[in-house]
């Protein structure tokens, strides 16, 4: 994987673009547990100006359910993927199409077995994937990771390790699956796919906007296939500001 070098800032967004934005670590800073995360008072407008410039073009693409990203960020209720692709909403205020997935229960309920009375640790079963976080406690990474790959052979899972967590979810489950449905539906058709992320999972979002004539963008530092890097969730919000604010001026320009 190459390294994305620290000046290669992103263009501006424009209204031909479809935008795809992981959540935690992009939109929002990574809390120490999930339900702990808490959105900038600016953001949900700062969202509604870039859905205007992209004519709704822009959808969250995360690991959590889409329910998560829609108590962070109400009253909006953004067209999306949640848990890497496994629900899909194709339109705002819609509700998630999801899919079974054999294995998963089975892996949440032996995860939950092994370490859900452990207080260093967190166990999140979202449904479609489980991950163990082990944020309060780094120094048992190797453990954790072994454990779960141990556990997700036993059922047929995949695992993705990120930032401070490990990850079992369904195989051939991923960001770029959910980019490639999104981009068959009319709002995102023919709009070149620009997909903004912090984390492992997000690699192959930047992978699958690429081949579909778009970019990735980074944010934080890190190896990754992306084109472009944004320094950290400030510089993603000021990036979409100043986005906004360009298409503002053209479209004042041009009345």
Not at 175 to 196: E, T
Not at 212 to 237: E, M, N, Q, T
Request: charge should be neutral; proline fraction near 7%.
């Amino acid at each position: 994987m190459s390294r994305v070098p620290e000046a290669a800032l992103p263009p501006l967004l424009a209204p031909r673009d479809a935008l795809f934005l992981d959540f935690d670590g992009t939109l929002a800073e990574i809390a120490e547990r999930p339900e702990l995360v808490r959105v900038a008072p600016e953001l949900v407008a700062l969202i509604e100006r870039t859905q205007r410039l992209l004519g709704g073009a822009l959808a969250i693409v995360s690991g959590r359910p889409l329910r998560q990203i829609d108590e962070h960020l109400l009253p909006l209720q953004l067209p999306g993927a949640g848990q890497h692709g496994a629900e899909l909403r194709v339109h705002g205020n819609a509700t998630p199409q999801r899919r079974a997935w054999p294995g998963v229960a089975a892996m949440a309920a032996d995860v939950v077995s092994r370490f859900g009375n452990d207080p260093q640790l967190l166990v999140e079963a979202k449904g479609a994937a489980v991950a163990l976080h082990y944020r309060a406690a780094p120094e048992r990474a190797e453990l954790c990771q072994t454990s779960m790959r141990e556990l997700a052979a036993r059922h047929g899972l995949d695992v993705l390790v990120g930032k401070m967590v490990v990850e079992a979810r369904p195989r051939g489950l991923h960001k770029g699956l959910a980019v490639d449905a999104l981009l068959a539906r009319p709002l995102f058709a023919g709009r070149r796919p620009v997909f903004v992320g912090d984390d492992t999972t997000d690699e192959d979002g930047f992978r699958r906007a690429a081949a579909c004539g778009g970019y990735g963008i980074k944010v934080g530092p890190g190896a990754s296939g992306a084109c472009y890097r944004l320094d950290g969730v400030a510089a993603v919000h000021a990036w979409l500001a100043r986005s906004a604010d360009a298409a503002s001026r053209a479209r004042e320009s041009a009345a």
